[in-house]
Structure formats: structure tokens, C-alpha cells
């Protein structure tokens, strides 16, 4: 099955800091990459997602890069705020009965 | 729209005891997933149901079983409790299809303590 590794487990910056997350999967299968942000106490919430077929996707100060060959994403914050503290979640998995693997979290803590 | 809804939000059990956990799923979903989220963990896949159907399995022993209802909300069903089940249960919907990959939408969560 789908191996995600994610790092690093910790990660404190100043605000107005870039931000990055990385993660690798082991399953070449894989062609969905969501990251999720869970707020301390509270549900997990799809911030940004990618799919095989794009190599990069940006929402405002979010960005996202696949690297097919490499079975490697990243996550990217840029300008970062208070506000982004929270542990970031990467996951992997397929299409049809899509059951995403999950990394282990990043705590990411902004510094005002 | 509403969202996911479970309950309850906190419980407390002993070991050996049996715990029953419900999942609402968002409106126009016909998926639920099941997650347990270990303390500063990731979510650890449980089971998926698709029309009522188990679609998938991690790696949980049988104790651990589940149901999804024609309005496709869900039950987890927990038998022999033990202390390492203790954790927070988030139920996940979605509108499954062949077609691709679907976004899951999370519920709060089921904090389970197991003493």
C-alpha cells in the first residue's frame, strides 16, 4: 500500500516568513496530493489540493509542487501569518475508491 | 448544505467495553470514511463505505466494524475496547464515483478515552 512521509515534524518561522512542507509517497499510482489544515481541537480542512496532471498549483499565498518522477509534493507558504499556525497534513492516493494515505503532520508555528 | 456531524463529541469508556460512533455525511455525499487520529498523529485509515458497502480496509482488526444507512450516514462500532483505541475518530464524506479522485470533508471528531 501507499507509504507518505512527511517533513519536518516541527517547523517555527517569523511571520512574513516562507513557509515549506515536503512530503514523498511510495505508490507511483498515486495521482491526487490534498493538503490539510487542522486548527488545534478541530477538524481537518482541505486547504489546497493537486493532481498528477499539473506540476504546480497556487491560491493566493498557498503553492503546491508535484514532482512526479521524483514521488515527491511540497507545500508552500509564503508572507506567512499568526493565523497559518496549525498542523499541516499532507496524503497520497488513487482515483475511483479513493482511500488517501496520510503523512504525520507538520506543527507549524508562526511567530508574531 | 449541511456539513458532517458526529457524535458523541467526547466519551469515556473502561476496558472490554463496547462503543457505537455516528457519522452524518454532508448532503449530496454518498461516501463516509473512517479515520482514527492518534495524539500529534495522522489520520490512520479505518474502513470506507460506498452504498452501503464496505469499499476498503486499513489495517484494524475485525473488533473494529462499521455500517453506512441508505441516507448514507454511518456507525463505527468499536467491541473489546483496549487502551491504545483511545483517540479522536474523525468521520470523513464524500461523493465517490470511478471517475477520479474526491474531496473528503472532515467531521469534528469523537474523542474516545479509554480507561
Known amino acids: 500500500g501507499e507509504n507518505v512521509e512527511q517533513h519536518p515534524s516541527t517547523l517555527s518561522v517569523q511571520e512574513g516568513d516562507s513557509a515549506v512542507i515536503k512530503c514523498t509517497y511510495s505508490?507511483?499510482?498515486?495521482?491526487?496530493f490534498p493538503w490539510y489544515k487542522q486548527e488545534l481541537g478541530k477538524r481537518p480542512q482541505l486547504i489546497i489540493d493537486?493532481?498528477?496532471?499539473?506540476g504546480e498549483k497556487k491560491d493566493q499565498r498557498i503553492a503546491v509542487t508535484l514532482n512526479k518522477t521524483a514521488k515527491h509534493f511540497s507545500l508552500h507558504i509564503t508572507e506567512t501569518q499568526p493565523e497559518d499556525s496549525a498542523v499541516y497534513f499532507c496524503?497520497?492516493?488513487?482515483?475511483?475508491?479513493?482511500?488517501?494515505?496520510f503523512g504525520r503532520g507538520t506543527s507549524l508555528i508562526v511567530h508574531p | 448544505e449541511t456539513g458532517v456531524t458526529q457524535s458523541p463529541t467526547h466519551l469515556i469508556k473502561t476496558r472490554g467495553q463496547q462503543v457505537t460512533l455516528r457519522c452524518s455525511s454532508q448532503?449530496?455525499?454518498?461516501?463516509v470514511s473512517w479515520y482514527q487520529q492518534a495524539l500529534g498523529q495522522g489520520p490512520q485509515f479505518i474502513f470506507q463505505?460506498?452504498?452501503?458497502?464496505?469499499?476498503g480496509r486499513g489495517n484494524f482488526p475485525p473488533r473494529f466494524s462499521g455500517l453506512q444507512f441508505p441516507n448514507y450516514s454511518s456507525e463505527l462500532n468499536v467491541n473489546a475496547l483496549e487502551l491504545e483505541d483511545s483517540a479522536l475518530y474523525l468521520c470523513?464524506?464524500?461523493?465517490?464515483?470511478?471517475?477520479?479522485?474526491?474531496?473528503?470533508?472532515f467531521g469534528a471528531g469523537s474523542r474516545l478515552t479509554v480507561l
Open positions: 470523513a464524506s464524500s461523493f465517490g464515483s470511478f471517475s477520479g479522485a474526491n474531496v473528503l470533508t
Open positions: 505508490d507511483s499510482a498515486s495521482n491526487y
Open positions: 463505505y460506498y452504498r452501503e458497502e464496505e469499499n
Open positions: 493537486i493532481r498528477s496532471n499539473v
Open positions: 496524503a497520497a492516493g488513487s482515483g475511483g475508491s479513493y482511500i488517501p494515505t
Open positions: 448532503s449530496g455525499h454518498n461516501t
